[in-house]
């Protein structure tokens, strides 16, 4: 069946980085859109970042420039690179396939001083 494992958050000071993962299962990620999506206390989950089965890849507009995200197909796992993290981006990250029904635990940054 499907899985999603999302890993690697955690709490860093304003400006640092982080880099997090997903490792997938039941489904080979190269094959479809993939993307990581935050959801804020209070706010709903928004798409951050997105990389189709070509590799075309998608920003929202508040982390371009500073995400990056990327595939490694050998392995099957999501990662999304975090640059220059800002308070705003505090949330609980999940990755997702948008045409499988099926969201991992997701994994929690948190950006603060």
């Known amino acids: 069946q499907v899985q999603l494992a999302e890993s690697g958050g955690g709490l860093v000071q304003p400006g640092g980085s982080l880099s997090l993962s997903c490792a997938a299962s039941?489904?080979?990620?190269?094959?479809?859109?993939v993307g990581w999506y935050r959801q804020a206390p209070g706010k709903e989950r928004e798409l951050v970042a997105r990389?189709?089965?070509?590799?075309?890849?998608y920003y929202a507009d508040s982390v371009k420039g500073r995400f990056t995200i990327s595939r490694d197909n050998a392995k099957n796992t999501l990662y999304l690179q975090m640059n220059a993290l800002k308070p705003e981006d505090t949330a609980v990250y999940y990755c997702?396939?948008?045409?499988?029904?099926?969201w991992g635990q997701g994994t929690q940054v948190t950006v603060s001083s």
């Open positions: 997702k396939a948008p045409s499988i029904d099926f």
């Open positions: 039941g489904f080979t990620l190269e094959y479809y859109v």
């Open positions: 990389i189709s089965a070509g590799s075309n890849t």
